[in-house]
């Protein structure tokens, strides 16, 4: 390890001062190259697969004017929001332009992977050194998970990129004296296409704005918060006033909520999915076929098991995030499964190991920019990120995840001046939360990648001589 110390001490050197916006576009160049060739190379080859099949569809009749309607074998064509709305619609468009072909869904991935590189360099610049900055958009230009996963109709690399996008336009420069209602907006905005893609993410909806004002009086930051959340909403709001007419009910963005807590709750799928059959359908739920009551249907009786044996159900949690955090093989797995002549177990297996390694890497290093800041409980932090790190390297990688976020809580107050350790330990909580009530897998956690390597970036700090300067360059924190 002696020639990664050398290694790191003179990246340390030569490139301790100031990021460079240059660095940041030279990053997205990188990132957007890197998921055109994946694009290249899939787009014939790699049909979708799983819950791509759905987007697909749904984006082809939302470009064909049909709108939000699923077409069944029998001829029926009927409103639908299990799916949430929002990826299809991000493809509609362009479908609408260029034809309902995957490799135009693979493109407008490849757009949005490579933003999300240009945002993970603005969020880590604020702290980190010019060398840090970059590896934080390389990390997330050159992320195995995010780059093959281009090839993918799928929501959460997309969903992680916005997220990412709207927290570095919230935090904004580093030299803003007051937060900025333009920038509240227009994060909120953009977080509002998130929640659609992704609903899991309106948790995050609160948080966001704080960042826009760190510095400001109680009475600000409640104004940024509720300006944020409601700009979130507003985004979402057609969207559900169409459910509550079309649905018969009112759904926020996706009806799949009692559905996923009823295969979350059965020991079946051992902390992961599971099929509707094997879990066994509620007798009262059989002939129910409208969506959304048949998701409200098994949301009554999922909350009724968890209710006659809550000891079962607290059982699973441990498992649930270990399916989600542990192994990294997204990418590696949707590759096998729309392609498996293609890209056989033995691929399967090389990638998804490579992801893993790169994902620990990425949080290895976040646990090392967290545990370094100085102030109260410092020692705490240092203790708590030595213990996450080596949780990293036995199967028990979800120890570290939680590790992280209890690490960012002991900075109080002075968390919400650092965007990049408080929106990576805010994507980290809410989706371990979230999976810890549903059921996991290992694409869930792509949504934190992108906010992983913006921390990560924090582990090559910038050089005290260069902080005036800084200030008068791009986006640098005091």
Same mark, same amino acid.
């Given at each position: ?87 299809? +619609? #991000? ?8 034809? $309902? /072909?995957?490799? %135009? *869904?693979?493109?407008?991935? !490849? @757009? ?90 309106? +948790? #995050? ?8 004002? $760190? /510095?400001?009086? %109680? *009475?600000?930051?409640?104004? !940024? @918060? ?253």
């Amino acid at each position: 390890m002696t020639w990664l110390a050398l290694l790191l001490a003179k990246l340390r050197a030569r490139g301790g001062g100031a990021p460079r916006r240059g660095d940041a576009w030279l990053a997205t160049s990188v990132a957007l190259l890197a998921r055109l060739g994946v694009v290249a190379f899939a787009a014939s080859q790699f049909p979708p697969a799983d819950d791509g099949k759905y987007y697909h569809v749904f984006a082809e009749r939302l470009a064909a004017g049909l709108g939000y309607t699923w077409p069944w074998p029998d001829g029926a064509v009927t409103f639908a929001a299990h799916y949430p709305v929002g990826y299809p +619609l #991000l493809l509609a468009p362009f479908y609408g332009l260029f034809g $309902p /072909r995957p490799v %135009v *869904a693979m493109c407008v991935n !490849a @757009v949005v992977g490579s933003a999300a590189a240009f945002a993970a360099h603005r969020l880590a610049a604020r702290r980190a050194s010019r060398v840090g900055a970059l590896v934080a958009s390389l990390a997330v230009a050159l992320h195995p998970s995010l780059v093959f996963y281009t090839a993918a109709l799928m929501t959460e690399a997309v969903a992680g990129a916005l997220f990412v996008i709207a927290l570095a336009i919230a935090a904004g420069p580093a030299d803003a004296k007051c937060f900025s209602l333009r920038r509240v907006v227009l994060a909120g905005l953009v977080l509002g296409v998130g929640v659609l893609v992704r609903p899991q993410l309106v +948790l #995050l909806a609160p948080l966001v704005p704080l960042v826009a004002a $760190p /510095r400001e009086r %109680v *009475a600000r930051r409640f104004l !940024a @918060v509720a300006l944020g959340v409601a700009v979130t909403l507003g985004v979402c709001m057609p969207w559900t006033l169409r459910n509550c007419v079309r649905m018969e009910r009112c759904v926020f963005v996706s009806a799949n909520v009692g559905w996923n807590l009823l295969i979350g709750g059965s020991a079946r799928g051992n902390g992961g999915w599971a099929p509707l059959d094997e879990v066994g359908v509620p007798e009262a739920c059989r002939l129910v076929f409208q969506e959304a009551q048949k998701d409200e249907c098994f949301s009554q009786h999922a909350r009724q098991r968890i209710r006659e044996n809550p000891a079962a159900w607290f059982a699973l949690v441990p498992k649930k995030l270990s399916v989600t955090f542990d192994y990294s093989g997204a990418a590696a797995y949707y590759m096998h499964a729309s392609n498996p002549a293609l890209w056989n177990a033995e691929d399967k297996l090389a990638l998804g190991i490579f992801e893993t390694i790169w994902q620990r890497g990425l949080l290895l290093l976040g646990l090392f920019a967290a545990g370094r800041v100085s102030g109260t409980r410092s020692r705490v932090r240092r203790v708590v990120a030595l213990g996450a790190a080596l949780s990293l390297l036995t199967p028990a990688a979800w120890i570290g995840y939680l590790g992280l976020v209890v690490v960012a809580c002991s900075m109080g107050r002075e968390l919400v001046r650092r965007p990049s350790l408080f929106g990576a330990a805010a994507v980290v909580a809410t989706t371990a939360l979230v999976h810890a009530v549903f059921f996991g897998s290992g694409r869930y956690a792509l949504v934190t990648s992108v906010a992983l390597a913006a921390l990560a970036g924090g582990a090559f700090p910038r050089r005290r001589a260069s902080q005036a300067a800084a200030r008068r360059g791009f986006d640098t924190d005091p």
